[in-house]
T-cell receptor, first 109, second 113 residues
């Protein structure tokens, strides 16, 4: 199993729809989890941390399932500006983080 | 809002030449990182740096690579003898001590010809 695995997409979704991404990780001892977003030829930007109890930030909801070793990201009422690549990031230990390859999202007008 | 900065934004160099990529992390952060991203591929960890020494490095970070924090603000990545396959986007990141959230600079695009 890869350290961090994501469906590469692309997900082509009409504006206003809800879209969900999943990500699985292999190291059961992983401590922290994050979603980053990356626009074309730009740096990854932290979107949100993922907490055990799940957390929400506006239209974005992140959840963690430790038993099944996956995290998810839900985007409601999607906007054209949400088009980007979404990177699942896992912290297996200390300060090291591992990136998934990312899921590409295209919001269609 | 404080941010990580990197210079230059684009560096073109000939194979075999040395390059130094520069980063200014967020001022109160203590952990510093270099990553690279080959076009179309995922972000790959190169090295982490804490308390003036390397805390971890990947298999990519071989003897051709070195990092330095020459003063209180800069953090540099040196590639001694560049190869064609070193062409990539190089991102610097920094992290504070309170939460394990890393903040990335805008990157340096390195092109080796």
């Amino acid at each position: 199993r890869k350290e961090v695995e994501q469906d590469p997409g692309p997900f082509n979704v009409p504006e206003g729809a809800t879209v969900a991404f999943n990500c699985t990780y292999s190291n059961s001892a992983s401590q922290s989890f994050f979603w980053y977003r990356q626009d074309c030829r730009k740096e990854p930007k932290l979107l949100m941390s993922v907490y055990s109890s799940g957390n929400e930030d506006g239209r974005f909801t992140a959840q963690l399932n430790r038993a099944s070793q996956y995290i998810s990201l839900l985007i409601r009422d999607s906007k054209l500006s949400d088009s980007a690549t979404y990177l699942c990031v896992v912290n297996p230990r200390d300060d090291k983080i591992i990136f998934g390859k990312g899921t590409r999202l295209h919001i269609l007008p | 809002e404080p941010e990580v900065t990197q210079t230059p934004s684009h560096q073109v160099t000939q194979m075999g030449q040395e390059v130094i990529l520069r980063c200014v992390p967020i001022s109160n952060h203590l952990y510093f990182y270099w990553y690279r991203q080959i076009l179309g591929q995922k972000v790959e960890f190169l090295v982490s740096f804490y308390n003036n020494e390397i805390s971890e490095k990947s298999e990519i970070f071989d003897d051709q690579f070195s990092v330095e924090r020459p003063d209180g603000s800069n953090f540099t990545l040196k590639i001694r003898s560049t190869k064609l396959e070193d062409s990539a986007m190089y991102f610097c990141a920094s992290m504070g001590q309170v939460v394990y959230e890393q903040y990335f600079g805008p990157g340096t695009r390195l092109t080796v010809t």
